[in-house]
């Protein structure tokens, strides 16, 4: 396997720390290329979000920009009305675009490929709308959607949003448990699922884990629509009394029509559930309008979307950045959206770089982990392809390390492509953190300078700004169209989880109310942010974030576990990997059967992501005098450091004996 190490050429033509200028040709072309862009927000503010507001079509006109009267629940373009499937849809049509290509489908099976015109969308949510009427979904019910990368799931998405009916996707890869504990918390009583899918080569199912699943949920679910995606590679399953083939249900409402429902500006569009420092998972609101003029802006202004582009984000829709950058926002400005089942290894490592080639995708935006992945196999993948159409390139998810993005830059972009290296959160619903590809430098490692309009900066633990290259923790002050609202249910774990920290709490003035994402950062002389990660107990593997209480729990649940501290440690393609380090109960050997029973504890309670990359057993944890784990000390053991002070442990002796135990290649 040919390693990036020997490449010198690369590495002496791009020595770290260069600064990278927007390539001329992109500028020329670009949606957004005015400097002044930056002082116009700034001198505007609040009524410059009007021009994110402006990329839609709204039923009615909102009166109020922001309502900032009761801090931190914000609320934006008050007064106004719309509806997202009209937006994503309709409106395209209307324009006589209708023939135009909105969704390219790209199967796992290489010879499996669908094409969704606007007007073959419109008339596929359409007839979904209508079958979701008929089983009883009414406006505001939540409708969950445990899908993999079929078309099926962006048609539901578009045709809950049609009647109003906000919808919680399960990234399919989820475990069972994991799917019932969303559906509790949002009391959905709708289901959206499939039969299985292909993971290289294989059918996997997925019913039986659905219905798993479903056996943990404490309500009623009334109705269980299932994709047929298998076809005869299926597993046979019978449906059960309240489950309907997707299929069989649509060919009754063949050619109907549903109005799209006029949604208040602040009406719940989604509930997106994502992990925190507690066990119990997040479910984040985000709303019609502001979320959706947040995506469709951004759309334009970082990934300089326009609707004659084939634009491609590889993510999955199982997590915000599909939500954002392969459904709302590119459907929104009316793209054409590439939607791929597979992975990149799948059946070659080129898979990628085929299907740039095949459907000439202008802009590609992708993860960190992959990149460095690509890195790893080596450039004679994407030197078999054309890869000329490319315009853009972007990154998320987690930090980028300059030799990646440098590699991204030259063998990808063919240094002819600006590289967008965006921050951002579920819970901001679109990017915040990135330069402007036309208008700022490029600095490899650094996202960049805060979005227009948004007020980000780096402070101390007292809310002082830092200094140029101190470290830090990212703040936010100013609210913005697409943040969430609340957590679903729970108004009070909405303010402690990201307002108690930097906020007068007491106050009534927006001006007190700080947004903490509980990242740390740095920033430079020239306003650029570099974000370091999460300072909370949360971890970052291949740009999904895991509690690691969560992992905890689902560890000591394992019979023989008497005690277990999760961590991350630092891992060449993931970013992170999860550490467990264990103590075993009397009577119990930490052996391998333990080992895997373990891991798949973890893959029972969340799924295979959460899968420890090293389980380390010991007799002891080392914890402070109060009784505390230092997970730090145990962050340090897995990444192989030196460890500093270990005197204020009450057990500084485990250290040691943990040490030797972890496997440090
Ligand atoms: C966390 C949010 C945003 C969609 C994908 C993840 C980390 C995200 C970057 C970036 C450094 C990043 C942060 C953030 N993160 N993008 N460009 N550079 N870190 O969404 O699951 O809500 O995770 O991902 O730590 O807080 P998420």
New binding site residues.
């Given amino acids: 396997m040919p390693d990036q190490d020997a490449d010198p050429e690369l590495e002496a033509r791009l020595p770290e720390g260069e600064v990278f200028e927007p390539p001329e040709s992109f500028v020329e072309q670009a949606n957004v290329s005015d400097p002044d862009i930056y002082d116009e927000f700034e001198q505007n503010w609040p009524e410059c979000w009007e021009r994110a507001a402006d990329h839609l079509s709204w039923d009615e006109e909102y009166d109020t920009v922001l309502d900032d009267s009761n801090p931190p629940f914000y609320e934006w373009f008050t007064g106004g009305e719309l509806n997202a499937s009209y937006n994503c849809i309709d409106r395209h049509v209307e324009d006589g675009r209708g023939d135009e290509e909105a969704l390219e489908w790209v199967g796992e099976p290489t010879d499996e490929t669908r094409t969704y015109t606007y007007s073959e969308l419109q008339r596929e949510v359409e007839e979904f709308a209508a079958a979701l009427r008929d089983r009883g979904v009414e406006e505001d019910d939540i409708v969950t959607l445990y899908m993999p990368m079929i078309p099926e799931l962006p048609i539901a998405m578009l045709a809950c949003a049609r009647i109003g009916a906000p919808h919680s996707v399960v990234f399919a890869g989820f475990s069972a448990d994991a799917l019932a504990t969303r559906m509790n918390s949002a009391d959905s009583e709708y289901l959206v699922t499939c039969d299985g899918y292909y993971r290289r080569g294989d059918p996997l199912d997925h019913l039986e884990k659905t219905n798993e699943g479903l056996e943990g949920v404490e309500h009623e679910v009334s109705d269980v629509v299932v994709v047929d995606r298998l076809g005869d590679d299926g597993f046979g399953h019978d449906l059960a009394a309240n489950q309907t083939d997707y299929d069989d249900l649509v060919a009754e409402f063949e050619g109907a029509e549903v109005e799209p429902v006029p949604r208040d500006a602040e009406d719940m569009l989604f509930l997106m559930y994502?992990?925190g420092t507690t066990g119990q998972p997040k479910g984040v609101k985000h709303t019609t309008g502001g979320y959706l003029s947040y995506a469709a802006w951004t759309s334009h202004a970082v990934l300089d979307v326009k609707p004659e582009d084939t634009y491609w984000c590889s993510?999955d829709i199982g997590?915000?950045?599909g939500h954002s950058y392969i459904v709302y926002g590119p459907l929104a400005l009316g793209t054409t959206s590439v939607m791929y089942e597979g992975t990149p290894d799948y059946p070659d490592k080129d898979r990628l770089w085929e299907i740039v080639e095949e459907y000439d995708v202008n802009q590609l935006y992708t993860a960190p982990t992959a990149i460095r992945a690509f890195m790893k196999w080596g450039k004679e993948y994407p030197d078999q392809h054309d890869l000329s159409s490319l315009r853009l390139l972007g990154?998320?998810?987690?930090?980028?390390n300059p030799r990646a993005w440098k590699w991204y830059y030259t063998h990808i972009g063919d240094e002819d492509c600006p590289v967008v290296?965006?921050?951002?959160?579920?819970?901001?619903g679109g990017m915040m953190?990135?330069t402007l590809p036309a208008v700022n430098d490029m600095k490899p490692g650094s996202?960049g300078p805060p979005l227009p309009g948004i007020d980000a900066n780096i402070v101390d633990t007292t809310g002082e700004q830092v200094g140029a290259g101190e470290a830090g923790y990212l703040t936010v002050n100013n609210p913005w169209p697409g943040m969430l609202r609340t957590l679903y249910d729970n108004d009070e774990r909405f303010i402690d989880e990201y307002w108690t920290e930097y906020s007068d709490t007491d106050s009534s003035d927006a001006d007190d109310w700080v947004y903490f994402?509980?990242?740390g950062a740095t920033v430079d002389e020239d306003g650029y942010i570099t974000?370091l990660?999460?300072v909370d107990d949360?971890i970052?593997v291949s740009?999904?974030?895991l509690g690691t209480m969560e992992i905890e729990s689902a560890i000591v649940g394992v019979e023989g576990v008497a005690e277990a501290a999760v961590v991350g440690g630092d891992h060449e393609l993931k970013g992170e990997a999860v550490y467990a380090y264990v103590i075993t109960e009397d009577g119990y050997d930490g052996d391998e059967d333990l080992r895997e029973r373990i891991i798949a504890g973890v893959e029972d309670a969340i799924g295979p992501i959460a899968r420890p990359e090293e389980v380390v057993f010991t007799t002891e944890l080392p914890k402070t005098r109060s009784g505390k784990i230092m997970r730090r000390l145990l962050e340090d053991i897995a990444n192989g450091e030196t460890l500093g002070n270990t005197s204020t442990l009450r057990n500084p002796e485990v250290v040691e004996d943990i040490q030797s135990k972890v496997s440090n290649d």
């Fill in positions: 994502t992990s993510a997590w915000i950045t990154t998320v998810g987690e930090p980028i290296d965006t921050w951002w959160q579920t819970e901001t953190v990135t996202a994402p509980e990242d974000v990660g999460r949360v970052n740009g999904h974030r």
